[in-house]
């Protein structure tokens, strides 16, 4: 269910989407801080602003919406724009910020949806052991450039999980960013996460 609804209709808050998100409570922010989202349990709203790609106003709507679960003490907050990888950086986020990203990563990405899709998709965990011409050829198609065995090999577990979050082979040519409406750091560290990439 997309994320809009969920807040509408199960959860029954108001759902703002204005172009830009000015601030109208507290100290105005610092110069160059760009408001994303806002939770305002008062007026029951969750505000989203539309200048955003869609997969960061989507991931920072759950994040909101976690906040409205998660810390029911927590009246009034806005956050910058978050796209989902700022829940691996864990150093200078409090511990509620970081409860906020998991629980929009669990609802933005299913784990047991998540985890089937990958299956059918490639038919087990893609580990350096078992990368294969043909994994190659299918992740260089979808880079658009040449990546041999021994790149994905060699290169980082996050170069891998980023490639296949990208790569549309399969599932009527979607790849798991767009099935999931999801950016490709939150999609490579969910992979990572649910231990599907290794």
């Given at each position: 269910m997309p994320c809009e609804r969920i807040i509408t209709l199960l959860v029954n808050l108001k759902l703002e989407e204005p172009e830009e998100i000015i601030p109208d409570?507290?100290?105005?922010?610092?110069?160059?801080?760009?408001?994303?989202?806002v939770l305002d349990r008062e007026l029951g709203r969750i505000v989203s602003a539309r200048k955003f790609p869609l997969p960061c106003r989507r991931f920072t709507m759950l994040h909101e919406l976690g906040h409205y679960f998660l810390h029911p003490d927590l009246l009034y907050h806005r956050d910058a724009?978050?796209?989902g990888s700022e829940r691996t950086e864990v150093r200078g986020r409090t511990r509620?910020?970081?409860?906020?990203?998991?629980?929009?990563?669990?609802?933005?990405?299913?784990?047991?949806?998540?985890?089937?899709?990958?299956?059918?998709?490639?038919?087990?965990?893609?580990?350096?052991?078992?990368?294969?011409?043909h994994l190659a050829f299918r992740l260089s198609t979808a880079a658009m450039q040449t990546i041999s065995v021994d790149m994905l090999v060699d290169g980082s577990r996050r170069d891998r999980s980023r490639l296949i979050a990208v790569e549309g082979h399969g599932h009527a040519g979607r790849s798991f960013v767009e099935l999931f409406g999801a950016s490709k750091e939150a999609m490579a560290i969910r992979l990572e996460e649910l231990g599907l990439v290794l």
């Open positions: 409570r507290g100290p105005h922010p610092k110069a160059g801080y760009q408001i994303a989202g724009p978050l796209i509620e910020e970081v409860e906020a990203d998991t629980f929009a990563a669990e609802v933005l990405m299913p784990p047991l949806l998540t985890a089937n899709l990958f299956l059918a998709k490639y038919g087990s965990v893609i580990s350096p052991d078992e990368i294969d011409e």
